[in-house]
C-alpha cells in the first residue's frame, strides 16, 4: 500500500461527459503528480501541484485541467471526452526525496 | 528533448537471470530509476542510481549505468514468477524539478 488513495477505480462514461478523479496524497506529502497511461502512448506526466500551487505541466489537454486544494487533496477534471481519453490516469505524490509514490489509477473508459 | 526507450517484452525462466536495458536521451539527467508496476496495481520504486554511479546492487537487484552511451540496465538474478511485472525506466532532469519521465515500460514474463 502506497499511501495514495485515488477514487473512482473504474469509469465509464461517453463521449462529450466531464468526469472528475480525485486523489488524495500519502499523509504529509505535499507534491501531487497526475500521469495518463494508455497503451499507444505509455506514461505520460500531465501536470503537478505543490502545496495548492501549480508546479510543473506536461502535456495535459486544454480540455483537462486540475487543482489541489488546501487540505492536499487533488482531482483532475477531464470535460468533452473523447474516445481516445480512454485510458489509466496515475495520481502519484511525493516528499520532496525524488521517489513518487503511486496510486492504483483510475480506470477510464469513453464509449 | 527528452526521451526514454525501452524493449517492450522480456521472456525469461524461472532462476535464470533477467536483464531489462533501457536508452535515454538527456546527458544531464542527474538521477535514473527502475519503477515495477504489478497487474492492477500502481507504480513502485524499485532502485534508482545517482549520474555519478556506474552500478548499484541492491539484493538481487544490479543496476549498471553507462553514462557515455546513455544506457542503464537492471538485472534481476535468481527470477521469480513474482518479479512478472512491467518494469518501467525513468530518468529526470538536474536542478529542483522532480518529475521523471518514463519509458514506455518493459513487461517480464517468467515462465516454469
Known amino acids: 500500500d502506497s499511501g495514495v488513495t485515488q477514487t473512482p477505480k473504474h469509469l465509464i462514461t461517453a463521449t462529450g461527459q466531464r468526469v472528475t478523479l480525485r486523489c488524495s496524497p500519502r499523509?504529509?506529502?505535499?507534491?501531487v503528480y497526475w500521469y495518463q497511461q494508455s497503451l499507444d502512448q505509455g506514461l505520460q506526466f500531465l501536470i503537478q501541484y505543490y502545496n495548492g500551487e501549480e508546479r510543473a505541466k506536461g502535456n495535459i489537454l486544454e480540455r483537462f485541467s486540475a487543482q489541489q486544494f488546501p487540505d492536499l487533496h487533488s482531482e483532475l477534471n477531464l470535460s468533452s471526452l473523447e474516445l481516445g481519453d480512454s485510458a489509466l490516469y496515475f495520481c502519484a505524490s511525493s516528499g520532496g526525496d525524488r521517489e513518487l509514490f503511486f496510486g492504483e489509477g483510475s480506470r477510464l473508459t469513453v464509449l | 528533448g527528452e526521451d526514454v526507450e525501452q524493449s517492450l517484452f522480456l521472456s525469461v525462466r524461472e532462476g535464470d537471470s533477467s536483464v531489462i536495458n533501457c536508452t535515454y536521451t538527456?546527458?544531464?539527467?542527474?538521477?535514473l530509476y527502475w519503477y515495477k508496476q504489478e497487474p492492477g496495481a500502481g507504480l513502485q520504486l524499485l532502485t534508482y542510481?545517482?549520474?555519478?554511479?556506474d552500478m548499484k546492487q541492491d539484493q538481487r537487484l544490479t543496476v549498471l549505468l553507462n553514462k557515455k552511451d546513455k544506457h542503464l540496465s537492471l538485472r534481476i538474478a535468481d527470477t521469480q514468477t513474482g518479479d512478472s511485472a512491467i518494469y518501467f525506466c525513468?530518468?529526470?532532469?538536474?536542478?529542483?524539478?522532480?518529475?521523471?519521465?518514463f519509458g514506455r515500460g518493459t513487461s517480464l514474463i517468467v515462465h516454469p
Open positions: 525513468a530518468e529526470t532532469p538536474p536542478g529542483g524539478s522532480y518529475i521523471p519521465t
Open positions: 542510481i545517482f549520474s555519478n554511479m
Open positions: 499523509s504529509g506529502d505535499l507534491s
Open positions: 538527456d546527458s544531464s539527467s542527474t538521477y
